[in-house]
């Protein structure tokens, strides 16, 4: 089996870092990836990593440390667009399955 | 323009009533999957498939029939809709292997109400 756990709701300032932590049980894995929903929305890719470590792209910046089965994504100088859910995904085993999180609704106020 | 379609976007129907989702990529995706979206409970994967005549359950599957006769179409059937179908359905495709195979991309999604 497997169970992945973050934050249900986050709330923060324009301008402000936001971290959102995702841990993970898992038999088997092959990486982690993140991925953003705007309400009533699809889903949509963010950041995946399969080594530890830190990933950065623009103002978004994923970590994964294996050992901890841990990973967090960081959202930095937040914008208003920023309010969204945001899901951890963990791949499972080499048949390429993904399992997702509940999702951690992040909200930015002004 | 590379994409998931679903349709319908939106159905309303009655318990019993036989109904399909239809799902097509245009991206040559071998991998294509059915997620379901509650509240509270993220995305849950009802079927998946690896290629064309390969299909396999994912954690949800009861109630529920997919085909993949196509490398592009995977429609969901629910055979005899209940209301705990009640939901909202994406459809989403990726890359069998390689770097691809990690980045999902989602239809527009299919909400769905079974009286």
Known sequence: GQSLEQPSEVTAVEGAIVQINCTYQTSGFYGLSWYQQHDGGAPTFLSYNALDGLEETGRFSSFLSRSDSYGYLLLQELQMKDSASYFCAVRRSNDYKLSFGAGTTVTVRA | ?115
């Not at chain 2, 799902?23 to 993220?42: A, I, K, V």
């Open chain 2, 1 to 115: 323009e590379a994409q998931v379609t679903q349709n319908p976007r939106y159905l309303i129907t009655v318990t019993g009533k036989k109904l399909t989702v239809t799902c097509s990529q245009n991206m040559n995706h071998e991998y294509m999957s059915w997620y379901r979206q509650d509240p509270g409970l993220g995305l849950r994967q009802i079927y998946y498939s690896m290629n064309v005549e390969v299909t396999d359950k994912g954690d949800v599957p009861e109630g529920y029939k997919v085909s993949r006769k196509e490398k592009r179409n995977f429609p969901l059937i629910l055979e005899s809709p209940s209301p705990n179908q009640t939901s909202l359905y994406f459809c989403a495709s990726r890359f069998g292997g390689g770097s691809g195979a990690n980045v999902l991309t989602f239809g527009a999604g299919s909400r769905l109400t079974v009286l």
